[in-house]
């Protein structure tokens, strides 16, 4: 059974230029969650869909990032447009309907200059 | 608000030694606590949680609600275990929705 996989494992970008990244949940898997980690902070709760729809967005820094999940499957987050303080690591983690065990996959590292 | 508090950035001990990493949690209700682990070139995963009272590659964590406390412990320690630790927590009816502590370094010296 194929993991989380993440797209780009790493992505360097102008600050005030737009990034997209991507995550595929494991098949089956209604739940599915974004995190991240900035320099020298914890890793950080941002969003949770099931299905389609948000089910609590409540740790989105600001309007410049923007979650999808179009058709339920996989998702996408766009930060738009980046500043050098979006620079970290960007995990996405999923889990089935009883949601007691949740998998990450390998994240993708972010770098604003 | 919740928080998860791992005083140790780093934590370094020989081969056969016991190790503790340390993990404080403050919340209000009733937690759900677990230990996720990374080690080199792999992705999180998770490690243990309390409710399962399971002992998974020799750790174990107790949760103590008195000091609000969720320490891993492993009696023999062994040089795989060198690793990125991160405690955690949650305290919604989500699983998912995890606050994690900064995360400690384990090294094991052979």
């Known amino acids: 059974e194929a993991g989380v996989t993440q797209f780009p494992s790493h992505s360097v970008i102008e600050k005030g230029q737009t990034v997209t990244l991507r995550c595929d949940p494991i098949?089956?898997?209604?739940?599915l969650y974004w995190y991240r980690r900035v320099m020298g902070k914890e890793i950080k709760f941002l969003l949770h869909?099931?299905?389609?729809?948000?089910?609590?967005e409540s740790g989105m820094p600001n309007n410049r990032f923007l979650a999808e999940r179009t058709g339920g499957t996989y998702s996408t987050l766009k930060v738009q447009p980046a500043e050098l303080e979006d620079s970290g690591v960007y995990f996405c983690?999923?889990?089935?309907?009883?949601?007691?065990?949740?998998?990450f996959g390998e994240g993708s590292w972010l770098t604003v200059v | 608000a919740q928080r998860v508090t791992q005083p140790e950035k780093l934590l370094s001990v020989f081969k056969g030694a016991p190790v503790e990493l340390k993990c404080n949690y403050s919340?209000?209700?009733?937690?759900?606590l677990f230990w996720y682990v990374q080690y080199s070139r792999q992705r999180l995963q998770l490690l243990l949680r309390?409710?399962s009272r399971e002992s998974i590659k020799g750790f174990t964590a107790d949760l103590n609600k008195g000091e609000t406390s969720f320490h891993l412990k492993k009696p023999f320690a062994q040089e795989e275990d060198s690793a990125m630790y991160y405690c955690?927590?949650?305290?919604?009816?989500?699983?998912?929705?995890?606050?994690f502590g900064q995360g400690t370094i384990l090294t094991v010296h052979p």
């Open positions: 983690a999923s889990s089935n309907t009883q949601g007691n065990t949740i998998y």
């Open positions: 098949s089956g898997h209604d739940n």
């Open positions: 869909f099931v299905k389609e729809s948000k089910q609590d």
């Open positions: 919340y209000s209700g009733s937690p759900e």
């Open positions: 309390h409710i």
């Open positions: 955690a927590l949650s305290g919604g009816t989500s699983y998912g929705k995890l606050t």
